[in-house]
C-alpha cells in the first residue's frame, strides 16, 4: 500500500517569494506521482505528473515539481507566486496497474499575502 | 481532459433520508471514481465504478449505505442511503479520461445532514 505525506499543513509567503511545498511518499514499487490544486469550494484541478524520465516536471501557472527516489519525495515548486495561488495543494500518488485510484496526502494550504 | 459536472451542487437533508447525487461527464470514460472530502481535509476514495459492473469499494465504504450506479459510460450517481450527520462532507466524481494517472474532478456536492 503506498502512502503519501505532506508535512507542512500551512505555509504562508508574500506575492513574489518562491514556494516549495513537500511531498513524500511510502512505495517499494512503480509510482505515479501528481499534484492538485483546489481553491476554496471548489473541486480539485491537475497540476502535473511524474512516472518517468525527467525528474523535473513541468506544470500550468509556473509549477514545477522535483521527484527525487532517494528521497522518496516530489515537492512542488514556484519561483514567483501570486495572491491567486492561494489554495490548498494535494500531492497524490497511484500505483503501476492500480486502476488509476489516487491516494491523497494531507494537503498544504498555501496563503499568498499580496 | 474531461469536464465532469454534478448535481445537486449542495443538499441538505434529514437524517434517515437517502439522497442522490449525480455525475455527468462531457466525454466517454472507463473508470468513474466517487470521493469524500470531510471540511479542511483530505480526499478518501469511496469507490471506483466501471460500466455494466458492480462497483469496487475501499474500506471503511459499503454498497448498503453508498450505492452506485454506472448505467453507461457518461454517468454515473452515488446514493448515501440512511443519512446521519456524520456522512456531512463533500462528495466529488472524478475520472482519468484518457489521461493516465491523471484525474479530472467534479466540482463536488456539499451534503448537510440535519
Known amino acids: 500500500t503506498q502512502t503519501v505525506s505532506q508535512s507542512d499543513a500551512h505555509v504562508t509567503v508574500f506575492e513574489g517569494d518562491s514556494v516549495e511545498l513537500r511531498c513524500n511518499y511510502s512505495?517499494?514499487?512503480?509510482?505515479?506521482l501528481s499534484w492538485y490544486i483546489q481553491h476554496h469550494g471548489r473541486g480539485l484541478q491537475f497540476l502535473l505528473k511524474?512516472?518517468?524520465?525527467?525528474?523535473v516536471v513541468q506544470g500550468v501557472n509556473g509549477f514545477e515539481a522535483e521527484f527525487s527516489k532517494s528521497d522518496s519525495s516530489f515537492h512542488l515548486r514556484k519561483a514567483s507566486v501570486h495572491w491567486s495561488d492561494s489554495a490548498v495543494y494535494f500531492c497524490?500518488?497511484?500505483?503501476?496497474?492500480?486502476?488509476?485510484?489516487?491516494?491523497f496526502g494531507q494537503g498544504t494550504v498555501l496563503s499568498v499575502i499580496p | 481532459s474531461v469536464l465532469l459536472y454534478q448535481k445537486p451542487n449542495r443538499d441538505i437533508c434529514q437524517s434517515g433520508t437517502s439522497l442522490k447525487i449525480q455525475c455527468v461527464a462531457d466525454?466517454?470514460?472507463?473508470?468513474m471514481f466517487w470521493y469524500q472530502q470531510f471540511q479542511e481535509q483530505s480526499l478518501m476514495l469511496m469507490a471506483t465504478?466501471?460500466?455494466?459492473?458492480?462497483?469496487?469499494?475501499e474500506s471503511g465504504f459499503t454498497k448498503d449505505k453508498f450505492p452506485i450506479s454506472r448505467p453507461n459510460l457518461t454517468f454515473s450517481t452515488l446514493t448515501v442511503n440512511n443519512a446521519r450527520p456524520g456522512d456531512s462532507s463533500i462528495y466529488f466524481c472524478?475520472?482519468?479520461?484518457?489521461?493516465?494517472?491523471?484525474?479530472?474532478f467534479g466540482p463536488g456536492t456539499r451534503l448537510t445532514v440535519l
Open positions: 512505495y517499494g514499487g512503480s509510482i505515479y
Open positions: 472524478s475520472s482519468s479520461g484518457t489521461g493516465l494517472y491523471e484525474q479530472y
Open positions: 511524474y512516472y518517468s524520465g525527467n525528474p
Open positions: 497524490a500518488a497511484s500505483i503501476t496497474g492500480g486502476n488509476n485510484k489516487l491516494t
Open positions: 465504478a466501471n460500466e455494466g459492473s458492480e462497483a469496487t469499494y
Open positions: 466525454s466517454q470514460v472507463v473508470s
